[in-house]
């Protein structure tokens, strides 16, 4: 059996969580990349749908972070929401089910994440429910009863974008190994984003903790 | 312009944090608030305590004004590969909301707990 000192080996600076440009703080200041127009193009869409749309894309390609920055702008605009992560568990779900009944009536504008986790019956009556000028927008792996308002989408060149954003002066290992993750995960960007992590935490990178652009 | 200054970034725990906030050109600041906080980063979700806090008026467009905290006995300043939990001296000026920061360190000796791994 090996002794501790034998087996718990330092580490240097730029390993530590401190200094590892994958964090979650910094992994979570990357802004939503729409696939064509800006915010004002992609808003005036979404009016134009009085309000009702799905954010529809596949695991890792960015629904949530989208959803939580029309959060930001709605609460620029000033336009009264409600914002909900729906539980996993059915009881929790039960009760924010009813509490979201309530802000429809009321004539909040509804923003849902993870709307797949509602049965096809409870989502036709949150879709219906008071009238069908009840506002919602949600995000959901593949359509779901309302119209599309983005379809978000990952590749290569945009996970790329996304690393030199992270790292000022990635080197060509960090590329190389964020290309080959990037397809194994099968264009999930936060799945290779959390395993880059590792690879920094392990030394595998070989950059110096100055590289790191996250914020402070 | 606000920032920050602090005679050194270390600190051991109950030990005196002295500090000065300077500004200038701040019209509509009516006041700052300096917070003693900490935060977490790393491969999970961030999290962050603000342990106190110091109110200041600040009436004219530059000047300075001295604050002074407490350093904490716990939690100390640490870093490992899953998680960094990092103290710092956080000034936020209302009503604007402009935000500066200053990291520093509080743990015995004044320097950061590193934690080996495997």
């Known amino acids: 059996m090996a002794t501790s000192s034998q087996s718990i080996r330092p580490i240097t600076g730029a390993q530590v969580a401190r200094f590892n440009p994958f964090a979650m703080q910094h992994v979570e200041s990357i802004s939503f990349r729409f696939p064509s127009g800006d915010w004002e193009s992609q808003l005036r869409k979404l009016r134009e749908q009085h309000w009702r749309g799905a954010i529809v894309g596949p695991h890792g390609s960015g629904k949530t972070t989208l959803l939580l920055e029309l959060r930001q702008q709605l609460t620029g605009l000033q336009e009264p929401f409600e914002y909900c992560f729906l539980a996993r568990e059915r009881a929790k779900r039960s009760a924010e089910l009813d509490r979201l009944f309530r802000m429809a009536e009321k004539g909040h504008l509804l923003l849902i994440d993870g709307i797949e986790r509602l049965s096809w019956w409870q989502r036709r009556r949150l879709f219906r429910h008071a009238n069908r000028r009840s506002r919602i927008v949600v995000t959901a792996h593949r359509s779901c009863g309302l119209p599309v308002w983005i379809e978000s989408e990952t590749n290569w060149p945009l996970m790329k974008n996304i690393l030199l954003e992270l790292v000022s002066e990635p080197n060509s290992r960090l590329l190389a190994t964020g290309e080959r993750l990037f397809a194994s995960h099968r264009g999930n960007v936060r799945d290779t984003l959390r395993e880059l992590y590792d690879h920094w935490s392990d030394g595998g990178f070989s950059l110096p903790p100055v590289s790191c652009r996250g914020r402070t | ?118």
């Open chain 2, 1 to 118: 312009m606000i920032e920050i200054k602090l005679p050194k970034y270390s600190f051991a725990p109950s030990e005196i944090i002295n500090g000065q906030v300077e500004w200038s050109n701040l019209n509509l600041t009516k006041r700052f608030e300096a917070r003693l906080m900490w935060y977490t980063t790393g491969k999970g979700d961030c999290d962050c305590e603000v342990v106190d806090t110091r109110v200041m008026d600040a009436t004219p467009p530059n000047g300075q004004l001295k604050f002074s905290f407490v350093a904490p006995v716990y939690p100390p300043s640490f870093s490992g590969k899953l998680i960094s939990l990092i103290w710092a001296i956080e000034l936020v000026s209302v009503p604007e909301g402009d935000c500066v920061r200053r990291e520093i360190v509080v743990a015995p000796n004044g320097s950061e707990i590193v934690l080996h791994g495997n």
